[in-house]
């Protein structure tokens, strides 16, 4: 089992940058494939990124694609999400989840959460 606690999150002007932190707990972080996701309230929560167990392979959303990378540090135990050119559109509290399987987009195939870091872009 793996305890996953975000931080970074916070208000800052649209165009401006962030970068959120995920520390996990265990010895096993590496054999995780991390994500973040987002979710507005009253939406459903959605997919931002991806990366896998080495690094060495990330995805995106559409949304974020040029504009957020992941990146991860297995001897830290931690996961970034590195944001700029922040929008008022990615306002959210983000997440992140940790999925013991293969590699996966989708948030149901995800085995443990965060629970999630606010941010919010002003315009």
């Known amino acids: 089992q793996v305890q996953l606690v975000e931080s970074g999150g916070g208000l800052v002007q649209a165009g401006g940058s962030l970068r959120l932190s995920c520390a996990a707990s265990g010895r096993t972080f590496s054999s995780y494939v991390m994500g973040w996701f987002r979710q507005v309230p009253g939406k459903e929560r959605e997919f931002v990124a991806a990366?896998?167990?080495?690094?060495?392979?990330?995805n995106y959303a559409d949304s974020v694609k040029g504009r957020f990378t992941i990146s991860r540090d297995n001897a830290k135990n931690t996961v970034y999400l590195q944001m700029n050119s922040l929008k008022p559109e990615d306002t959210a509290v983000y997440y992140c989840a940790a999925r013991s399987g293969v590699w996966s987009t989708i948030i149901v195939h995800y085995d443990y959460w965060g629970r999630g870091t606010q941010v919010t872009v002003s315009s």
């Open positions: 990366i896998s167990r080495s690094g060495g392979s990330t």
